[in-house]
């Protein structure tokens, strides 16, 4: 179930609301031409407006405004936007967090060593990327040297994630790694207290996993990303109503 704004935005950090010292810019769907210098914090735009706009559109609009976004600083610094991948009518729809080098260069999700161990994990439970399942980021700028996304760049960004669940309709979501299950349940909780069960977004039954890129450096926890997983197909076969999901 979505919480209120006033309840997302003290999740991320952002409440009370930080003052504006110039007028909100509005939605860009170009890239900034020039190279102005970087605009302290407190006077970015508000990372928030904009969100009924892209609320409102299509899919085609959509990837066009994440590809030329500049709703927050990382435009300046990404080499592309990074929309998602995969099949927009999926059942499945699986959630990282943000670009990489390798994502940042291709324009696709998870193509790095993460992304070769998530089309495994897929493969497990007999699914394979862009059939039925479609991937994509909380993020789709790469953070610079693959820093923690900080909340404003999550506040810019999660419009856009929320309006391709919206369009998308997925039956069931997998959250992979803490920063992707915390942005989309709004909570701090740590991701040993979210996975091992099933939560909702917005009415849409989600399941927290561990990262990928995690679990290629803690192999021990490998046997726990399978108890995930086994719980997904088992809730998706659920949902189908039969035992072939
Ligand atoms: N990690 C993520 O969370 N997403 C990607 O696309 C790649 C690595």
């Given at each position: 179930m979505s919480l209120p704004r006033e309840e997302r935005l003290k999740a991320l950090g952002l409440w009370p609301r930080w003052r504006l010292r110039t007028a909100p810019a509005p939605m860009t769907m170009e890239a900034e031409s020039g190279t102005p210098s970087p605009a302290p914090l407190d006077e970015l735009?508000?990372?928030?407006?904009?969100a009924t706009e892209i609320s409102a559109l299509d899919w085609d609009g959509l990837r066009r405004a994440v590809l030329g976004c500049?709703?927050?600083?990382?435009h300046r610094s990404r080499t592309q936007g990074v929309f998602g991948v995969g099949d927009?009518?999926?059942d499945w729809l699986i959630v990282g967090e943000a670009p990489g080098g390798d994502e940042d260069r291709v324009g696709e999700p998870f193509v790095g060593q993460a992304g070769k161990l998530l089309d495994a994990m897929l493969a497990s439970i007999g699914l394979t990327r862009g059939e039925d399942v479609y991937i994509a980021n909380v993020l789709k700028s790469r953070p610079p040297r693959n820093r923690d996304p900080d909340p404003r760049e999550v506040a810019a960004c999660l419009p856009y994630l929320e309006r391709q669940i919206d369009l998308i309709q997925p039956r069931l979501i997998l959250a992979l790694g803490r920063f992707a299950a915390q942005s989309l349940l709004t909570t701090d909780a740590s991701i040993s207290r979210l996975r091992g069960t099933l939560h909702r977004y917005r009415g849409v039954p989600l399941i927290v996993t561990y990262h990928p890129a995690y679990l290629l450096r803690n192999l021990a926890d490998k046997a726990k990303a399978w108890e995930d997983l086994v719980l997904a197909r088992e809730t998706m076969r659920g949902l189908k109503g039969d035992r072939a999901a």
């Open positions: 735009p508000d990372a928030a407006s904009g500049t709703r927050c600083e990382l927009p009518n999926a």
